[in-house]
Each structure stands twice: as C-alpha cells, then as structure tokens.
C-alpha cells in the first residue's frame, strides 16, 4: 500500500507543477495581481479621503512631530 500511495504522491505533484507553471506562464496570475493592487491602492485613497475632513488636526500634529524629529529636512 505504501508503494501505490508513493506512486500516487509523485504524479499528483507532477501534475500540480505542470498546472502551476501553466498558470504562471499566462496572463491570468499578472492580471488578478494588478487587480488586487489596483483594489488595495483605491482602498487606501478612500480611507485617505474619508478622513481629510474628521482628521486635519491629526495630520497637522504628524507634520509638526516629523519637523521636531528632523529638524534638517523641515527646511
């Protein structure tokens, strides 16, 4: 039993790598990447924007604490 379930183990990753490669060989891998970083970006720009309003004061005391961590480049 043991030699069939080897046997068996070696075609299934055989078969699972040729399928890999077959992926990543088209464009189908490359274009739900750039969709998810497309999602991802449009997400943070919402967050960003949703909160220009409610959080001005916090970004004004960002600014300052960077000025007072890096004098230098403040100016």
């Known amino acids: 039993m ?5 046997i068996f183990t ?3 990753v055989a ?3 040729v ?7 088209t464009d189908a ?4 990447a750039g969709a998810e970083a497309r999602g991802l970006h449009a997400l943070t720009m919402q967050m960003q924007m949703a909160c220009a309003a409610e959080c001005e004061g916090e970004q004004a005391r960002i600014v300052q604490l960077r000025e ?3 004098p230098e ?3």
């Open 2 to 6: 043991s030699i069939r379930d080897g």
């Open 10 to 12: 070696t075609v299934a």
């Open 15 to 17: 078969v699972s790598a």
């Open 19 to 25: 399928a890999l490669a077959g992926l990543l060989g």
């Open 29 to 32: 891998y490359s274009r739900a």
């Open 68 to 70: 007072l961590r890096n």
């Open 73 to 75: 480049a403040a100016r």
